[in-house]
């Protein structure tokens, strides 16, 4: 039986190993509460055209210098260089930093979101792929939207895309059955696998769009921008600006 290695960068291995032509084609998700899923690492690598619709109208709204969280192997940083849009790149993993420097982006800052400190302002905040769920509680989600509008300029604006992931747990009656243990129905616990190795299991949310209504403080205005399926993107800015 082949050993089976803990370390912490699925997504990045298998984006370099993609760069070199020698992937292993699958980075493999493992979830404590819904089904397995598998994600084809090329996905990761996908440009403007081959985004959902709701990926592409959030990347159509930033404005201003733009800080996207969580950028991955680079493709909304590299779309919006393209319209001459002055964009950052902020992840922790090392490898996709590194795939996403040999793919072009131009700034790129390799630290956790949480910790990382910066009087630099921007005029956008991205998270895309489901990124505002990031920490995957509330307490973070607070601190999400607080960092977020600590880093933007006034008239600021933070762009999502998110997912109700109610419809994994409907039944054949309409019915949703729920686990008891579950706080919140978006709330996930997810383990990556590729090739031989595995990440250390990870907590994550996505917050339907009712959720992230009542969640925000009314200091915010929230706005859907488009809704398609169990999926939205959004916006959030602060009131009287």
């Known amino acids: 039986m082949q050993e089976i290695i803990l370390y912490m960068d699925a997504f990045g291995q298998a984006c370099l190993d993609f760069l070199k032509g020698v992937s292993d084609e699958f980075i493999y998700v493992e979830s404590k509460t819904m089904e397995d899923d598998i994600i084809p690492v090329k996905h990761l690598f996908r440009d403007y055209d081959e985004m959902p619709r709701c990926e592409q109208i959030a990347l159509n709204n930033a404005r201003g210098k733009t800080l996207d969280v969580g950028g991955g192997a680079g493709s909304h940083c590299l779309y919006l260089q393209k319209k001459g849009i002055h964009s950052t790149l ?33 005029d956008s905040i991205l998270f895309m792929m489901n990124g505002i769920g990031i920490g995957g509680d509330f ?8 960092k977020s509008f600590e880093s933007l300029n006034p008239g600021g604006q933070i762009l999502f895309d998110s997912t109700d992931i109610s419809f994994c747990y409907k039944q054949e009656d309409g019915s949703l059955l729920i686990p008891l243990n579950l706080e919140y ?47 939205y993107c959004g916006k959030i800015t602060l009131k009287d600006q």
């Not at 307490?139 to 607080?146: A, L, Q, R, V």
Request: net charge positive; charged share 30%; aromatic share 18%.
């Open 139 to 146: 307490e973070s989600f607070h601190k999400t939207i607080e």
């Open 185 to 231: 129905i978006g709330f996930v616990k997810f383990q990556l696998r590729y090739k031989n190795k595995k990440d250390n299991w990870f907590n994550w949310a996505y917050y339907d769009s009712k959720k992230l209504r009542e969640m925000l403080p009314l200091k915010y205005n929230f706005e859907i921008l488009h809704k398609e399926g169990p999926s």
């Open 90 to 122: 902020l992840d922790y993993s090392p490898g996709l930093c590194e795939v996403s420097s040999k793919r072009g982006v131009k700034s790129i800052i390799q630290e956790d979101f949480f910790t990382w400190q910066s009087n630099e302002k921007y």
